[in-house]
């Protein structure tokens, strides 16, 4: 950092609370980065991305430009999902000499549905310190104005781009009774819809939050039923990186029914009825009939 830039970072009378923790060497610092909007950059973070030897960064173009916001300069490292075992090694060696390297992806924090990942299993590894430091979350962002009133998540992520494999993702899902947290990008959000359609119940309530803190966030919720009318009504409901939530299972009885619903789910995408029936009693010890019927539910709700 220049004298510049540390003269203009200490004239923010709210970093100095940030100066006065402690930031230990031989480090990597984990920084969550805005999703859009780039006043949702912490003050922690910034004076960490001030002070570390080098920024380990997705993209060195986009990492730079938020850096520059900010009248601030550091050394990059390109570590995106080509290179991440590689560039692990380079910085373990430059942690072991007692560098501070701060861990960035694009947009978010590293590791979820981003790379970084790997890179934290091999620091860990090496014994080596791991810091992290949160920030903007779609997902968080995205459940919090929801509206849907659950204690329980479960982050899904991208689903596969196979129309086959996504099939069979969502089936696994359908007994969950934790609301789903889907990211997905915008040329595949009809495919997307398509399949949540073809698989849950359409009274099912989803959420899509679009372009989460950037000028033309849109956040809309409605039955899977009317999912498609209401993407499809307008052209610019295709563009931009989505959260879509999706309402979890209703509660049908105790944790063994929700077990055995998962699994009869799951052999239904390479079974037939009576097959995957036959298959989850041997495994669940529920009665073959009674999930044949529940078989029989699924795969109409989902035709």
């Known amino acids: 950092m220049t004298e510049q830039q540390s003269s203009t970072i200490a004239q923010l009378p709210v970093l100095s609370e940030a100066a006065q923790q402690s930031y230990p060497t031989a480090t990597l610092y984990i920084v969550a980065t805005p999703i859009g909007n780039v006043a949702d950059i912490s003050v922690r973070a910034l004076h960490v991305l001030g002070m570390v030897d080098a920024v380990a960064c997705e ?3 986009n990492t730079g430009h938020l850096l520059s916001r900010f009248g601030l ?15 692990a090694d380079k910085i373990i060696h430059r942690l072991q000499a007692g560098e501070r390297i701060a861990l960035v992806s694009d947009a978010g924090t590293p590791g979820v549905s981003d790379p970084g990942a790997r890179i934290v299993d091999a620091v860990r590894a090496a014994g080596l310190r791991v810091v992290p430091l949160p920030g ?3 997902a968080i962002a995205a459940i919090s104005a929801s509206g849907l009133v659950n204690d329980q998540f479960h982050f899904v992520g991208f689903l596969p781009a196979k129309a086959k494999q996504r099939e069979a993702a969502l089936l696994a899902l359908l007994g969950t009774s934790a609301t789903l947290v889907l990211y997905e990008a915008p040329h595949r959000i009809v495919d997307c819809v398509a399949a949540l359609a073809a698989v849950f119940p359409p009274a099912r309530q989803v959420v899509f939050a679009r372009e989460l803190t950037k000028l033309f966030e849109e956040i809309h919720r409605c039955p899977l039923g009317q999912a498609m009318a209401w993407v499809q009504a307008d052209a610019h409901r295709e563009k931009g990186e989505f959260v879509v939530l999706v309402e979890g299972a209703p509660a049908t009885g105790d944790a063994g029914d929700a077990e055995a619903e998962r699994i009869l789910a799951i052999l239904l995408a390479e079974c037939s009825v009576k097959q995957a029936a036959s298959l989850a009693a041997q495994i669940t010890g529920r009665k073959k009939n009674a999930l044949y019927e529940r078989a029989l539910q699924i795969k109409g709700d989902a035709g």
């Open 59 to 61: 993209d060195t173009r």
């Open 136 to 138: 903007a979350s779609a």
């Open 73 to 87: 300069s550091r050394p990059m490292i390109a570590a995106h999902q080509h290179n991440e075992r590689e560039v």
